[in-house]
């Protein structure tokens, strides 16, 4: 579809759209009867179109100069930049995870929508400070776009607040932002309809799932409870969600998580609301959710949020450098619980124990795991998308892991000078010294040279060169569920390449299953791909291999290596358990490697540790994810010690 040019007024608006910004860029695509929901959408790298017709249709014609500030406040403030947008995206994912024990919603749409309904509530309120600062006696002409843009909904008063109520709650809290009375975008009256009718519907799911005795029905069962256990205000969220744009106006990537917060448990009831509705109308009954003799009303009517181009997938270099960002992993509370904990630490003059027990129905501290983010970032390689996760998850526990080598004569330090005495070398003599003294030079009497002081020898530090074996048999998680053996390796990964060193990476299951870097590395993703390999068969170490890298050749001189395996109670493979004709290689690999350790997911007896020990090999429990960083920075810690010549 081809675009147009920008006509004399559109530049004219422009203009003044960038004036108002204090920034430059290329004009905006012109897009005609475009047939996107939106008339105005922008993308990375940084672009905007728009559509006239619709902008007419919608009666924004004569608020050019508004649409195009809008549009550029999301090139230079929310988002600003494709990653801070996918960052935006992964925190409201994380509220709807936390909101939708039920999964009802679609994660990725629903997330892609509020990162743009927060993104706009961020914009607009810069936008229409500045044009009130402009012009101090004239109503913002971004409020009179906004004006026209709402009177549909508002035209059918509480009917239309009952069909949106989440738009209800962003309509009221732009009323608070912008100091317009009640009624001027949205019915005065809060939805206190869609409330009581939110319960029934949860209660009707409840008591159908429970008469059907379905095993399936388990989720809905778990989601129409958390329905039931919501508490949602409307106008009382209004007022969090405009204080939570002046808190986090100028960090639209932290405000995102409250944002989301209270808007997201409004789209799950919402969702529950439309199908109970939908299951009526099939059953041939009148809709519930209104006034007795009211139908159902309209769905989302008004809801003119702008949109995003959602653009290419991620690449592996940005997922790692959004999932870096430390705000992503912080815990989700509500804002009323925000500001409850606040007034609690007050009253008792001590410090929050971090509970959040004050409303525990409205916050969450449910982390956000790399089954949902694989789920999120569907498009993106899922290797990459793993990649990051595991490296976002282990980053806390990372430290340089490195080696100390052979001590080594430190050079001399200059020391006093003395006098040179007629019969010592000549090129002993200190000739700017002794001409500092004079011009005149007489041999032992003004002649004089520099002494030279002992130093302790320095040890150097040589990085460490870690071959690292993981189990991807059945028994072990898979990384796709939050795998500890993954997060293990890659704590000590991580550690050996931030050191400087090298890492080989084997993912192994049933004989034959084996996969990962053929020799050591430092491609990150490489090293991470073997980790995350998982075949998903039966248990056996690839002792040939192993005698094959340690017996049938020699390693590079002066490196020294450190073994570890990570696995479960399929480590006796390792020992010739199962294939005898290598019983040996363990023992005989273990006089070629400075270290070998085995980390174990579960219990270990004493006689298993015991018999790991006549063969050199140490064994260390991990229980679970919580264990792993714990027992995996001690053994970064050991090879570490072990290496001190």
């Not at 936390?98 to 810069?126: C, F, K, Q, T």
């Not at 009253?347 to 509970?355: F, I, L, R, V």
């Not at 916050?363 to 999120?376: N, Y």
Request: charged residues 20%; contains cysteine; glycine residues 10%.
């Amino acid at each position: 579809m081809s675009t147009a040019e920008l006509t004399p007024e559109q530049s004219v608006a422009w203009q003044a759209a960038q004036r108002l910004w204090g920034v430059r860029m290329h004009p905006p695509a012109v897009l005609p009867d475009a047939g996107r929901p939106s008339f105005s959408w922008f993308g990375f790298p940084p672009a905007i179109t728009f559509d006239p017709a619709l902008l007419a249709r919608e009666g924004g014609a004569g608020h050019l100069v508004s649409v195009f500030a809008h549009e550029l406040g999301h090139h230079v403030l929310a988002p600003s930049t494709r990653l801070d947008g996918l960052k935006i995206d992964y925190q409201m994912a994380r509220t709807i995870a936390a909101s939708d024990p039920g999964h009802v919603l679609d994660v990725r749409e629903e997330a892609a929508h509020l990162a743009n309904l927060w993104e706009d509530l961020v914009i607009n309120e810069r936008v229409v400070r500045a044009q009130r600062a402009a012009a101090p006696s004239a109503e913002p002409d971004l409020i009179a776009l906004w004006r026209a843009l709402s009177a549909p909904v508002l035209a059918q008063g509480p009917q239309g607040a009952e069909a949106d109520p989440a738009w209800w709650v962003y309509l009221r809290a732009y009323e608070r932002l912008w100091r317009l009375p009640a009624g001027t975008l949205c019915d005065p009256h809060e939805p206190h309809l869609f409330r009581e009718a939110a319960r029934r519907a949860a209660a009707e799911a409840e008591g159908q799932i429970a008469a059907a005795g379905a095993k399936v029905g388990n989720l809905d069962q778990e989601g129409a409870r958390a329905d039931l256990a919501q508490q949602l205000f409307a106008e009382a969220d209004a007022v969090l969600l405009a204080d939570t744009v002046r808190r986090f106006g100028a960090d639209p990537v932290a405000g995102a998580a409250p944002c989301g917060m209270i808007l997201a448990p409004y789209l799950v009831v919402s969702r529950r609301l439309r199908e109970q509705r939908q299951r009526a109308a099939l059953a041939g009954q009148p809709g519930q959710t209104g006034q007795p003799g009211q139908g159902a009303p309209a769905e989302g009517a008004g809801n003119v949020a702008c949109a995003a181009d959602p653009g290419a997938a991620p690449t592996a270099g940005e997922l790692a450098r959004v999932l870096a960002d430390a705000r992503l992993r912080e815990r989700l509370i509500h804002p009323v619980d925000a500001l409850a904990g606040e007034q609690a630490d007050s009253a008792t003059d001590g410090p929050d124990d971090g509970t959040g027990a004050t409303a525990a129905t409205r916050s969450s501290g449910q982390s956000f795991g790399i089954a949902e983010t694989l789920e999120l970032f569907a498009g993106a390689d899922p290797d990459a998308v793993m990649a990051a996760w595991y490296e976002a998850e282990a980053r806390p526990w990372v430290s340089p892991l490195q080696r100390r080598g052979e001590a080594s004569a430190a050079p001399e330090l200059p020391g006093p000078l003395e006098l040179w005495e007629t019969g010592e070398d000549l090129s002993d003599i200190d000739w700017p010294a002794t001409l500092a003294g004079g011009t005149v030079v007489v041999p032992g009497v003004t002649t004089v040279r520099r002494t030279f002081l002992a130093d302790e020898p320095s040890r150097a530090e040589v990085p460490v060169a870690l071959d690292l074996y993981i189990d991807s048999s059945g028994s072990m998680m898979s990384p796709q569920q939050g795998s500890p053996a993954v997060l293990a390796g890659m704590i000590l990964a991580l550690s050996v390449l931030r050191g400087g060193g090298r890492v080989r990476t084997t993912s192994f299951s049933s004989a034959g299953q084996v996969a990962g870097t053929a020799d050591f590395s430092r491609e990150r993703v490489e090293i991470v791909k073997g980790l995350t390999t998982y075949f998903g068969g039966g248990t056996t170490f690839p002792l040939d291999l192993l005698a094959q890298r340690y017996l049938a050749s020699r390693p590079r001189r002066g490196e020294e290596r450190h073994l570890v395996v990570l696995t479960d109670t399929g480590y006796v493979s390792l020992l010739g358990h199962g294939q005898e004709q290598f019983a040996e290689v363990a023992a005989r690999v273990r006089a070629h490697v400075a270290d070998a350790t085995m980390v174990i997911d579960g219990r270990v007896s004493d006689e298993e540790r015991t018999d790991a020990a006549a063969v050199g090999y140490e064994l260390i429990e991990v229980a679970g994810m919580e264990g792993a960083p714990a027992v995996c920075a001690r053994l970064a810690a050991k090879i570490a010690g072990r290496s001190t010549r």
